[in-house]
Nanobody
Framework: QVQLVESGGGLVQPGGSLRLSCAAS????????MGWYRQAPGKQRELVAA???????NYADSVKGRFTISRDNAKNTVHLQMNSLKPEDTAVYYC?????????????????WGQGTQVTVSS
């Protein structure tokens, strides 16, 4: 079994900062890409930022210059530093990992999601 556990969400005023963290654990052989998605009420889930095992990053246009994604390959963790937060950043944020697992003598590749953490930006 593979688990992704997020932490760091909460309530913050506009212009403030939050740091999200996600730790992957279980029968992991290797993690390829890790990323953060978000889903606001009534909207589709969207990519916020992603990072490959080599450190290449990709950001949604709406967060470029404000959010920074990073990862620690040795600890199987990914972080999202969110600065200059806006009310429109309010959403449930989900961690995602594309990884190869090892189970019962077999390798496989799959996509895993965390349970989500609420981020609310409001005065």
């Amino acid at each position: 079994q593979v688990q992704l556990v997020e932490s760091g969400g909460g309530l913050v005023q506009p212009g403030g900062s939050l740091r999200l963290s996600c730790a992957a654990s279980g029968s992991i052989f290797s993690i390829h890409a890790m990323g953060w998605y978000r889903q606001a009420p009534g909207k589709q889930r969207e990519l916020v930022a992603a990072i490959t095992s080599g450190g290449s990053t990709n950001y949604a246009d709406s967060v470029k210059g404000r959010f920074t994604i990073s990862r620690d390959n040795a600890k199987n963790t990914v972080h999202l530093q969110m600065n200059s937060l806006k009310p429109e950043d309010t959403a449930v944020y989900y961690c995602n990992a594309d990884l190869t697992y090892y189970r019962s003598g077999n390798y496989g590749t799959d996509d895993y999601w965390g349970q989500g953490t609420q981020v609310t930006v409001s005065s």
